[in-house]
C-alpha cells in the first residue's frame, strides 16, 4: 500500500511539473507599448477595412455563438432578444437591466441572476461578433508592439467598461489591414497570448464584415453561427 501511495504521488508530483513547464512555454509576456498617433492611424485603416460605416449604420443582426447562445440585436433600440437553454432575456445593454421571459416562474433574485447572466454572455459572445468595431470605445487606450515572433501588431487595452476592464488585446492585420488573428491577455483566460484565428468573413446585407471562425491551436473553433 506504501508502495502504491509513493507511486501516485510521484505520478501526481510529476504531472504538477509537467502542467507547470506547459504553463511557462505557452504563457506569454504582455508586450509594452505606448500610445501614439502611429497606433491611431493604424487603428483607423482597420475600421476602413473592415467598413466601420457600415456596421454603424446596421439596424439589426442577429448571431447564435458556439451553437449555445442566440442573440437578435435591435442596434438601433440597443435592445437584444437574448436566448440560452430555457432561459430568455430582453436585455438592455447599456444600463445592464431587463425582462427575464416567463419572470412569474422566478423570484426577484433569480430573475436578476438571469439578467446579469445575459448581460455577461452578450459582452462576451458580442466581443467576437464585433471586436474589430471597436477599437475606438470610450475606454481604450491603442498602441503598436512588437511580438515576441518579430511580428507587429495593434494593442488595444479596454481601461474601463464591460465585464473585465483591463483586458488587452493585439490586432495581427494583413497587407489589406483586415484582421486575421488576435492575441489576448484577458482575466478569463489561463495563459497570456493566447492566438486565435479571425477568419471566414460573412458582409452582412449593410455591408459589414464579420468573422465567423476563430481558431485555436487550429483546433478549437469560437465559431458564429446563424449570422444575418
Same mark, same amino acid.
Given at each position: 500500500?506504501?508502495?502504491?501511495?509513493?507511486?501516485?504521488?510521484?505520478?501526481?508530483?510529476?504531472?504538477?511539473?509537467?502542467?507547470?513547464? $506547459?504553463?511557462?512555454?505557452? !504563457?506569454?509576456?504582455?508586450?509594452?507599448?505606448?500610445?501614439?498617433?502611429?497606433?491611431?492611424?493604424?487603428?483607423?485603416?482597420?475600421?476602413?477595412?473592415? !467598413?466601420?460605416?457600415?456596421?454603424?449604420?446596421?439596424?439589426?443582426?442577429?448571431?447564435?455563438?458556439? $451553437?449555445?447562445?442566440?442573440?437578435?440585436?435591435?442596434?438601433?433600440?440597443?435592445?437584444?432578444?437574448?436566448?440560452?437553454?430555457?432561459?430568455?432575456?430582453?436585455?438592455?445593454?447599456?444600463?445592464?437591466? $431587463?425582462?427575464?421571459? !416567463?419572470?412569474?416562474?422566478?423570484?426577484?433574485?433569480?430573475?436578476?441572476?438571469?439578467?446579469?447572466?445575459?448581460?455577461?454572455?452578450?459582452? !462576451?459572445?458580442?466581443?467576437?461578433?464585433?471586436?474589430?468595431?471597436?477599437?475606438?470605445?470610450?475606454?481604450?487606450?491603442?498602441?503598436?508592439?512588437?511580438?515576441?515572433?518579430?511580428?507587429?501588431?495593434?494593442?488595444?487595452?479596454?481601461?474601463?467598461?464591460?465585464?473585465?476592464?483591463?483586458?488587452?488585446?493585439?490586432?495581427?492585420?494583413?497587407?489589406?489591414?483586415?484582421?486575421?488573428?488576435?492575441?489576448?491577455?484577458?482575466?478569463?483566460?489561463?495563459?497570456?497570448?493566447?492566438?486565435?484565428?479571425?477568419?471566414?468573413?460573412?458582409?452582412?446585407?449593410? $455591408?459589414?464584415?464579420?468573422?465567423?471562425?476563430?481558431?485555436?491551436?487550429?483546433?478549437?473553433?469560437?465559431?458564429?453561427?446563424?449570422?444575418?
Amino acid at each position: 500500500m506504501k508502495k502504491a501511495l509513493r507511486i501516485i504521488s510521484f505520478l501526481f508530483l510529476g504531472l504538477i511539473l509537467i502542467l507547470f513547464i $506547459g504553463y511557462l512555454a505557452l !504563457n506569454e509576456s504582455k508586450p509594452v507599448g505606448n500610445p501614439s498617433q502611429e497606433a491611431d492611424d493604424l487603428a483607423r485603416k482597420v475600421e476602413l477595412a473592415m !467598413n466601420k460605416v457600415a456596421w454603424d449604420s446596421t439596424k439589426t443582426v442577429s448571431w447564435t455563438f458556439r $451553437g449555445e447562445h442566440h442573440y437578435d440585436w435591435d442596434k438601433e433600440a440597443n435592445v437584444v432578444n437574448v436566448k440560452w437553454g430555457e432561459n430568455e432575456v430582453i436585455l438592455e445593454p447599456a444600463s445592464a437591466s $431587463g425582462v427575464v421571459m !416567463n419572470g412569474e416562474n422566478y423570484s426577484a433574485e433569480e430573475s436578476q441572476s438571469l439578467i446579469k447572466t445575459a448581460w455577461d454572455y452578450f459582452n !462576451n459572445d458580442g466581443f467576437w461578433l464585433s471586436a474589430p468595431y471597436k477599437l475606438f470605445d470610450p475606454g481604450t487606450e491603442r498602441s503598436l508592439v512588437t511580438l515576441g515572433d518579430g511580428r507587429e501588431g495593434l494593442m488595444v487595452t479596454y481601461t474601463s467598461g464591460g465585464t473585465t476592464p483591463g483586458d488587452s488585446y493585439v490586432w495581427i492585420v494583413d497587407e489589406n489591414y483586415k484582421p486575421i488573428a488576435i492575441k489576448m491577455w484577458v482575466q478569463i483566460l489561463p495563459l497570456g497570448g493566447m492566438e486565435f484565428t479571425w477568419e471566414n468573413y460573412q458582409t452582412l446585407p449593410s $455591408g459589414a464584415l464579420v468573422a465567423q471562425d476563430h481558431f485555436l491551436f487550429g483546433k478549437m473553433n469560437v465559431d458564429i453561427s446563424d449570422l444575418n
